[in-house]
């Protein structure tokens, strides 16, 4: 049975809070786990999670490690979004980012938080 259901997750948190970091995580697994398509957008401080090996150095206490939630995501269809701007405000080369993470302008995010029935932000 395919879903029609849709959310998009923006997250700002980056390294400096491992668990705000994670949770966005916790929430897209559930939802894909469900059959609930997802977008996880990553703006400001949170497009760090997408530097290759990053993720496996974020671990919030009572949560499962960052890494694996991100493999999760990733295997179940999950699309990840990074505000291009931001990453490059950070000086983060394309080729330091994960393979799956997509570089976009907020025109994107107009359109993909339009194209959801929920958006939820941390």
Not at 34 to 50: P, Y
């Amino acid at each position: 049975m395919e879903s029609n259901e849709k959310i998009v997750i923006i997250s700002t948190v980056g390294t400096n809070n491992p668990e705000k970091a994670t949770l966005p995580f916790v929430l897209a697994t559930a939802a894909l786990a469900t059959d609930v398509e997802v977008t996880v957008i990553l703006q400001s401080d949170a497009v760090e999670l997408a530097r290759q090996g990053v993720a496996g150095t974020i671990r919030a206490k009572g949560l499962l490690p960052l890494e694996e939630l991100l493999n999760s995501f990733m295997e179940l269809d999950g699309k990840l979004l990074l505000c291009s701007p931001c990453v490059k405000e950070r000086e983060i080369g394309q080729d330091e980012l994960i393979d799956q993470a997509r570089l976009i302008a907020a025109g994107t995010v107009v359109t993909e938080i339009l194209s959801a029935k929920s958006v939820v932000t941390y």
